[in-house]
């Protein structure tokens, strides 16, 4: 499925896709990084294609695939995030712990309580 053609009447330029993330059969998150092109290409290029193509920040798409309808969109660089590395769910509202961890630094992660493994004993 080509997604430049669902909901982009100017042909925007996507961006690099970064990750996909499926809800169910029909809808679908994908998220984009902004293509960065250096200075002179960038100065070429509005000589050779003044204003036929249009560059998307760094954004994240709800796609309805069955549908071919955009469902929402995030403009990640409106929150300051100008790159993706990838998209990963979230476990559920048991995932922060907002109490300092033991060495301070700062809140802690965790989907609950673990029991410690010595590691030690692991060794071959």
């Given at each position: 499925?080509?997604?430049k053609?669902?909901?982009?009447?100017?042909?925007?330029?996507?961006?690099?896709?970064?990750?996909?993330?499926?809800?169910?059969?029909?809808?679908?998150?994908?998220?984009?990084?902004?293509?960065?092109?250096?200075r002179?290409?960038?100065?070429?290029?509005?000589?050779?294609?003044?204003?036929?193509?249009?560059?998307?920040?760094?954004?994240?798409?709800?796609?309805?695939i069955?549908?071919?309808?955009?469902?929402?969109?995030?403009?990640?660089?409106?929150?300051?995030?100008?790159?993706?590395?990838?998209?990963?769910?979230?476990?559920?509202?048991?995932?922060?712990?907002?109490?300092?961890?033991?060495?301070?630094?700062?809140?802690?992660?965790?989907?609950?309580?673990?029991?410690?493994?010595?590691?030690?004993?692991?060794?071959?």
């Amino acid at each position: 499925m080509d997604l430049k053609t669902i909901d982009n009447d100017v042909k925007a330029l996507l961006g690099w896709c970064r990750g996909v993330m499926v809800l169910d059969e029909r809808r679908v998150w994908v998220a984009f990084t902004r293509v960065r092109k250096t200075r002179f290409k960038e100065h070429i290029n509005w000589v050779k294609h003044v204003f036929r193509e249009v560059d998307k920040p760094t954004h994240m798409t709800l796609y309805d695939i069955e549908a071919r309808k955009v469902l929402n969109e995030i403009n990640l660089e409106q929150h300051g995030l100008n790159v993706v590395f990838s998209m990963i769910p979230a476990v559920g509202p048991r995932i922060v712990d907002h109490a300092r961890p033991e060495n301070g630094h700062g809140p802690a992660y965790a989907g609950g309580e673990r029991e410690a493994v010595d590691v030690r004993g692991l060794r071959g």
